[in-house]
């Protein structure tokens, strides 16, 4: 049965990395892969890297449930940049300064920092080989794939996984032909989000990402948050590093607890309603 209602949206982004936000927790309404490819086509849709929908929370610890769609209408677990814009709307709802969001990837605590800026614990860094997941036992410091100039990646979950590669230019790197097939590498039973870095400083990184499901993106939170932890670990940074990202910068923090806090801007650019013709 086609779906004849018109639903509100908001368009917000998290230094570019763009989204469709949708509030169903009165509607009820039920997004399905192929509505959140219509609403992502950048040509015929609204255009955006994810849909974000908000849910009425599944348990009495969060505020509200947060699921996320690829542009290509694959589902994902986690994502840094939208986090930070559904905890804005939910403080800005609740006239408050704290929110708790719900996730397949766990509950994610933010809180407001200043206008439009947001922190987030995005819960711990997962570094054993089952939890990224990867198909076979692997040192995660040292996965000893790659292609091209990318080698031996560093595999990090922030509830999606990743695959870090530390280059000495990331303008260098042709993100666009080398990411796809990094994605799909036999390795990754789930595919992976494929950064590249380039370490400036001990607490400054240069960092671009190919986002599976979606592809190149100007700002991937959970990327920024498993490029920090990565490069820490193979010594290369402190625990806390501003991230540079095409979009802007985001500020991780690696807690002696192994969560990861995030801190970077939101943006609220546009609202109004989906037409049912693009949902049908």
């Known amino acids: 049965m086609t779906d004849t209602t018109d639903h509100p949206f908001l ?19 039920a997004l399905t892969p192929a509505m959140a490819r219509a609403i992502a086509d950048r040509r015929t849709g609204l255009g955006c890297d994810q849909v974000v929908v908000i849910e009425t929370a599944r348990s009495g610890l969060s505020d ?7 542009a290509d209408g694959s589902v994902t677990s986690a994502c840094g940049n939208a986090t930070r814009c559904v905890a804005w709307l939910l403080m800005q709802q609740a006239g408050s300064d704290h929110a708790v969001i719900e996730t397949k990837a766990g509950l994610l605590d933010a809180e407001m920092r200043g206008d439009k800026l947001v922190a987030v614990d995005m819960g711990p860094a997962r570094l054993d080989w089952r939890e990224i997941p990867l198909a076979k036992p692997v040192d995660t410091l ?8 990318l080698t031996d990646p560093v595999g990090v979950s922030m509830g999606n996984p990743h695959a870090v590669f530390f280059v000495g230019d ?11 097939v990094l994605e799909h590498h036999d390795l990754f039973p789930e595919r992976a989000n494929i950064e590249v870095a380039q370490v400036l400083a ?7 990402v190919w986002e599976r499901g979606t592809g190149i993106t100007s700002a991937c939170g959970t990327g920024a948050c498993a490029t920090l932890v990565a490069a820490a670990r193979r010594g290369l940074t402190a ?3 501003d991230v540079v990202l095409d ?18 801007p ?10 049912s013709s693009l949902l049908s």
Do not use: C, Y
């Not at 979009?247 to 970077?264: A, C, F, N």
């Open 247 to 264: 979009g802007g910068v985001l500020t991780i923090e690696w807690l002696p607890d192994d969560h990861v806090m995030m801190t970077g």
């Open 142 to 149: 040292h996965m000893g794939i790659g292609i091209g100039s």
């Open 170 to 180: 990331v303008a260098a790197i042709d993100l666009a032909a080398l990411g796809p």
């Open 239 to 241: 625990r806390k590093a």
């Open 11 to 29: 368009k917000m982004h998290g230094l570019g990395n763009d989204f469709v936000v949708l509030d169903v927790r009165q509607s009820g309404f």
């Open 202 to 208: 001990p607490d400054r990184i240069r960092m671009r």
């Open 64 to 70: 509200a449930w947060m699921s996320l769609w690829n």
């Open 266 to 275: 939101v943006a609220l650019v546009a609202e109004g309603m989906l037409d």
